[in-house]
């Protein structure tokens, strides 16, 4: 195979600027009396505080007294301290963190969107209703769905929607079946949604090709099931083939079929998750229709379902009219609001605007050419950090770790850490559960070749070097603002506000 | 065709005949042919992105835009504030914007040290020990307090008051009945305070706003005995900017408090993104939900900080979890967070007093003009019986560049109004005459 | 005297991030055939080329060709290797680099001003003109002045301009003399622009108190003397406290008096050279009205004069008629225009915020506190660098680092790279020429008593460190991005542009 | 009392207590108490910034923006591009937004590797061996042209076509008048070309425009030869879109080509800040006005940028510098290096095509309408004679929404008409339709 001149397009290679002393807080900062902000001068005349006398705050809460300067330079430097997509590349799998287009931000912006009050009588967002129609219309033809909420405000939250939609369409069938399988392979998020449900967790075991085991899966599929989570391509970045068979058995019995859409980002354009049979299907906005992360959030989970559960979506859901106005519409069986407004309607209007400028082709391209940069990646680095599974990987794959820790004693935390010293972001470590010293590699589609191949050469120099000088590697990271950090004493005895006496550095 | 696809029709040849393939196509080829779509996906063709804004542009134009077409008087959890220039600036920055979760902490220090005053800015100003780095939003940090009552309680009926606002207590029935919870909501009084004295019997929560949805302040002790007698942990859903004029829930023994965090400085932006608050005391600690941040040391002895207390958290924990959340509410509590600093100790009173007078002058001049208020003792939100149908009145004041406060469900004559430090002496007196008009 | 517990407030203290290795050009990651740009489709048809046929270019200009992601990553850790206020302390003296409000920047982006097209007729740019009018009147109140020109994009251009002005007042009475009297510690754009506007320079002295020599004075004030150009505070941080007798001499051989705005940002609300006796005013808003640097622009150097040198200044003005709308307006012997439009106009605005914003009493605190900081840091500083004159400094001072070098070795250039190690940005070094060694220091008002004691703290630990090890000073900066850099080897073979043969790095 | 001073009362009185002093104006003591103001400045009184920004919002409605109430039509420098949203994004970082002039190079070199690029860009687009950091804008890019050229050729008479844009040949006037330059200028003939056989004596420059202000393409071999005839150099005011299309001035031998680069992203602005090209041939390096950028290594061989052949500046050679110019416009210099790359090699090809498609599709609209279309052959602009007041038209479409067009100082029944790539079929039909009911 070709090897490509390493050139670091998307590589954080860049020099650091100034300093090695860590960052004060804003309260180390913090000078009696000084202040950032100035009062408007409204007219409005001081009202008496008699009314809330009682109430009163016996002394202003102990907020930091900062200049707006020094706040600024604060803010400035830790953002300074602080990898992001923009500054390199970031294949941290199951996170689709690609290139997060910069006219997304002037949609966020938007007078006319960002300035509008939630409780804005329908006559007045117009505009807003519209933009929410023409996103639930996109998805449900992305998913093969029939309607959809976008009120979920992340994932999970999708998922805990869709498991209450399952607990009230057997409720409106008369049954109440207590149990959801989710495969071994399932992301955290998934058997914690189905316990806040009230259901209960049935396991399903993966297979040696990291598949769904069908035996495994006729073993625990009975009346008690009410459904199954599953994300296809899997956490493995493998595309279940069994999938109609799956849902063949799930379905005989009477429970419904629930897609984490987490890994829509393989098959966007090529594969439809309703093709494949199941009911409800959520899309994670932040992951493959590229609205930023922001750090852990905002993201958006709309959640889409084929046409007979449309009854039990959350309300209300925006509706076109007979006289061409739109307004809110509740759903006759509604399982009820799962958001206090209408989800994260900013982060939706981006991704609104990421499937505009997209087209269909665009987005077929885009999943395509994110299945081909991992599959050339696994390939490519075959030789050095095996992959799980015999398996040709979807968007993602996982390799392990366990032949390099079993020579050299280095593991896959350490080969993560190692990578940072070298301007990229880690992958994904130990998850999923069921590999040995997994680290789980999503390139996405936005990293070129020649990031691929400096990404590549990262991996071999750190593989290389773990059997040449292992501690090199154990003690990595060097090159960062701070050196691994003790997690254990952190938890044993948790700092988690600041305070004069206790600034944590004991 | 726009995509952010960098490869050049060269390269992806390249790297197909790399991994033994012809086309783009056959990378599903392990795919049933059957389940493939065959077709091109039928949504609108492709934009460059000046076009995707024009349109955006046009959208926007067909909404009423607060100081732009409309003049808000309405509150509800989400309020008019003025957003620092300086704040919307550093929140902005694509260090913080195009970061994930801080997984690798020593590349992330940005974040987790943002979270890290997070969470102390929001214990101080809620007079709690302990916040979590964020939740959704206020009605799911509602919600999440309930689990963790019920967690720590082990019983499963909730009491709430009737002046938790109407879309926290549907979220928390939403979320909780389908898991077997009891939902009772108790009433409020002619003055619109909860009639704790209705309570009886047992439970896990005791849920109160403070001021609750109809802008009255709550009698916390009152809300603290009774939860005492349901053997119950006292749930308060605050008013986060109310919190800096009055004495805050925590000083009154509350268990957990929780809010929306929006008018820390965060756009209306139609409902959210916002912001989650969620505090509670040290001894409930290991069932919080969500991620928490710690400050911890490296090997030199240098501060660092790091999530903590991960065995919680679903990934770690998965259905025994306190919680299901992953993706939170992060580049908002990052945004309150400097919000919170720029206001600082006395700008935040000053930001509280300057609401409070903008809504009392506004009730003054309805009071004068023969409109009735209710809810008194108010800090900034207040209650008018309008006597005709409120929705009707709304409509039509929203012509006329009004948004005439939000609507309470219970009751078609009511609308909850508000004013904010943006409001001007002009533009509450031009109201007040305007909405007298319509009262009966 | 008291030393407060130094704090970092505004000091770059952060850590870096990752990675020491150069940043690639972006020619360097370039790869044919890539692109970031998609087209709009505007439905107009294309044009046969036939008509500019013999003009057609033959081969496409060399630009790079990179994804929009690639280009984002490489101009965000481009960012990451630039200092900045935003960053931290910038005590550069004579530029004042203060902090530069946040909201300036909406201003700048407001589309109401920032979609404006210099041609649009008169009663489409009302908003404009009143904006430009209000900030001539704030800036002849400031200044002591009765009109003003905003053409002028910096203060050299705002000098030449004057100049200009001066020529076309002593030809209006039909006289030219020939030279223009500037101080042997001017800046170089003064003797610059003198040069510029057809005039010679003559030099005068300053004195052992660092002021202008009176007796030199006298010795070179002549016939053919046009003007003089006087920077009040003068470059030393001086006031010239004689700057009446100065006046004096010079308007008696019937010259100019020029004043170089650019150490306004001392005395604001206090003095104002109109008062002094200038006739004519320079003011560098991105000094005193903290419009940000850029870089190195853009600025504005607007001009102020007496009442009846108006008639000379650049047109057009704006001005109100009698039926209160704006229009432009030609003095009737203006020296015509010195830019393509009116001036650096987002620039202007900016200013004029900044104005809205202080009001009379904020500006006067302004400078006030200018003066106060730079006081206060020079007699902390005094006893590990005394300052080079023994006046009380106004908004800046200079200190000698004569004794330093003499003693160790450490020269004005190695105490600035030191300084850099230390988390600021370094004083200007070398200037005025009249001082040896100097270093010139100009803290600004908006840097906090913790942040002028943590400078001063780095400053006293340089001196230490001389004393002790002076190699650690000389080979400084050891914590940026990049050491110290051939400066004589890139001027004796030029690389000026990128090319594929010569990457500037043999 | 807004302000930036971050000092509390208490650290003023200590601060003056150490320096000796009782009070803030004590400060001011050594000055001549008659020199002192004694009274506030009369300015109106201080603001909130949310204040000040509704002024602006204010004063901003009072303007027509292109694309929120007015279509553009005009150029004359200033033209209606698009401008990318990362663009935008990159360029205006804190990190360049607030950075001085990169005196240190170690802690710019963010900064300067942006100028070198830039530099590298804008020499390549113009076909010329280097380019400088930036200048004002294209009149002071041209004066500084001129300037280079005397210092060349140490004469002082400067040849100037009409064809170069008024305002920028008063410019030249303003600024060389004084100086002793004797300026020429050379008429255009019927097809708007300038006349170089008209060119007689000797010179220091011959300066024209390629395109000309009336959008004619000129003939710069036949200047190339006037030039040399005059013993001048030649000195090219180019449109850097156009030499996207075009040969650029480089290949027909051209000494100085410098341009107005508001073309490459820069928004309209009401005229600035907008960004001087100026670029030249290697053997006028050491002539060259500003800053120059260059690479080098460090000790350990590390590539990286400084500010270089310094002995050219103002601060170094004082009154024999090549220019007077200090603070440039370094950061629209960024803004355009960062285009250039967006944009790319084929990008700018065909944003030039796109311009030239719709600017030719107007004056074949207008043509088919009757209209006569002057200066051909025209890249983006040409143009038309009304036969009536022009102003007067101008002034009349403004009010219903269109920029029709430049003014031609000379010509009183003249526009200058362009279109962008932003401009529709739809708008350019309109246009053309309305335009030509105004045409005698
Ligand atoms: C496979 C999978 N499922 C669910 C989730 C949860 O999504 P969210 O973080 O948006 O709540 C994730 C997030 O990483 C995921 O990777
Ligand atoms: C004293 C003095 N005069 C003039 C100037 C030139 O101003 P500008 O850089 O705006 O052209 C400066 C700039 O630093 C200066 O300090």
Redesign the interface.
Known sequence: MAHRAARPGAQASSAPLVGREPEPTIFEVSVPGRRADAPRRTGVPSAPLEEIGPWLRSEPAALPEVSERDLVAHYTRLAARNYSVDLGAYPLGSCTMKYNPKFADDIAQSPGLARVHPATPESGVQGWLELLVELEEALCEITGMAAATLQPPAGAAGELTGLLMIKAYHRAQGRDPHAIIIPDSAHGTNPASVTLAGYEVRTVRSDDRGLVSLSDLERVVDDAVAGIMLTNPNTLGLFERDVERILELVHAVGALAYYDGANLNAIVGSVRPGDMGFDIVHSNLHKTFATPHGGGGPGAGPVAVRADLERFLPGPLPRRGDDGKLRWWWPPESIGNVHAFWGNALVLARAWGFLRYHGPEGLRRMSQVAVLNARWLQQRLSRVLPSAFAEPCMHEFVVSAKTLRDTTGVRAADVAKALLDRGFHAPTVYFPLIVDEALMIEPTETESPETLEALAAAFEDIVATSERDPAAITSAPHATPVGRLDEVGAARRPVLVWSDEDDGSD | ????????????A???A??GLEG??E??E???AR???GR?????????????????????????????D?V?F?G???F?H?V???V????????????????????????L??L??F???V???L?M???N??L?????ATVEAV?LAVAATKRHRVVVSRGV?P??R??V???GR???LEVVEVGVDETLATRFADVTGSASALVVAYPNAFGR?EDLRAARDAATALGALLVVVADPLA??????PGAFGADVVVA?GQSLGI????????LGLFTTRSAY?RLVPG????????????????T????R?????????T??????????A?WA??N????????????A??N???A??LA?RLEQLGVRVLG????REFVVDLGVDA?EV??RL??EGW?AG??VPEEPTWVVLT?T??????E?DAFAERLAKEVR
Request: negative net charge; aromatic residues 6%.
């Open positions: 065709m726009g995509s952010f696809v960098p490869h050049t029709d060269d390269e992806l390249a790297m197909l790399d991994v783009l196509d990378l599903y392990p795919i049933p389940l493939r779509l091109e996906l039928s949504l609108p063709h492709a934009r460059a992105e000046a076009e995707v804004l024009e349109e955006i542009e046009r959208l926007g134009s067909a909404n009423r835009a607060a100081r732009r409309l808000v309405a509800g959890g989400a008019d003025d620092p220039a300086a919307r600036a550093l929140a902005l920055q694509s260090a913080f914007v195009t970061a994930y979760t801080p997984y690798q902490p020593e590349v992330s220090q940005g974040v040290q943002a890290f005053e969470q102390t800015l214990a101080r100003l007079g020990d302990l916040a780095a964020s959704y939003d206020g009605a799911a689990n606002a879309r926290y549907s979220a029935a939403t979320l389908p898991r077997g302040l919190c800096a004029l009055v004495e805050p929306e756009p209306l932006s139609f409902g959210g993104p916002y600690v991620r928490l941040v710690g400050a911890t040391v490296d090997g030199e002895g240098r501060r660092g900080y790091v903590t207390l991960r065995t958290e679903q990934d770690i924990r998965r259905e025994r979890a919680s299901n959340v992953c993706t939170n509410q992060t580049l908002l990052i967070a400097i919170l600093s720029w206001r600082g100790r006395q700008g935040m009173v000053d930001l007093r300057a409070y007078d903008a009392h002058y003054l008194r003792p108010f800090v929705a709304r409509e929203l012509e948004l939000v609507l004013a430090e943006a409001r001007t002496k002009e509450i």
